[in-house]
């Protein structure tokens, strides 16, 4: 498939998941603040969205801002994040970040990618999901639900998150990259699933998709 096939091809899809999805909501209740959604954005790895949420209730309850975290005892955290795995890493990076961001950004979470990857257990991952759900800015989430459905779809053909990203920002309109990402969540949690994709019910079965 050429690259202007793929363009055609990504429109498409484009367009059918805003008809489904008009509303693409982020799946981590961060309330729009910054830091919560940076703090639930590290959580995520290798978690649920929904095991973040619940966990993340009594977190922000306990330490509701970066001040008030980068001054908690880690093992305090780490008790917190638990059941969402890695759990001292989370909780060090977590508390770690959380100091940088109030004593290098004056308590702001940097708008930039390169500000952001200085943050420690910050990848470009989560660096994307704050540029874009925060700050408006064009960004593709390369997260598994992402990787998996635009294989699948033919837009691309690696499963590595950094080359999955850039394909999609050439074939992506910037101002829908954010939007179409948490679709395709939306999409891979009602249709295309892993293990058992709902084929009959997708509106791309024409495409000749590759499970």
């Not at 209740?29 to 919560?36: I, K, L, M, V």
């Not at 330490?63 to 994040?81: C, G, H, N, R, T």
């Not at 999901?129 to 691309?156: E, F, Q, W």
């Amino acid at each position: 498939m050429t690259t202007e096939e793929k363009k055609i091809r990504a429109e498409k899809v484009v367009v059918s998941l805003k008809e489904r999805y008009p509303d693409a909501v982020c799946a981590l209740n961060f309330g729009g603040d910054p830091w919560r959604l940076l703090v639930m954005g590290r959580l995520s790895a290798q978690c649920t969205d929904a095991r973040v949420n619940i966990v993340c209730e009594e977190l922000f309850r306990r330490f509701p801002d970066a001040q008030s975290m980068a001054e908690a005892p880690v093992a305090e955290i780490e008790k917190l994040v638990f059941s969402c795995g890695v759990y001292k890493v989370k909780a060090q990076n977590i508390k770690d970040f959380s100091a940088i961001i109030c004593e290098k950004f004056g308590g702001k979470v940097p708008d930039t990618m390169e500000d952001l990857l200085t943050l420690p257990g910050v990848g470009r991952k989560i660096a994307n999901l704050i540029l874009g759900d925060i700050y408006g800015k064009p960004a593709i989430v390369a997260d598994t639900h992402c990787i998996r459905i635009s294989n699948r779809l033919g837009l691309c053909d690696s499963k590595t998150p950094e080359k999955v990203e850039k394909i999609l920002v050439s074939l992506i309109p910037p101002e829908e990259q954010s939007d179409f990402c948490h679709r395709l969540v939306m999409f891979g949690r009602e249709v295309c699933d892993a293990k058992k994709p709902k084929c009959a019910d997708c509106p791309f079965r024409d495409f000749g998709c590759i499970l």
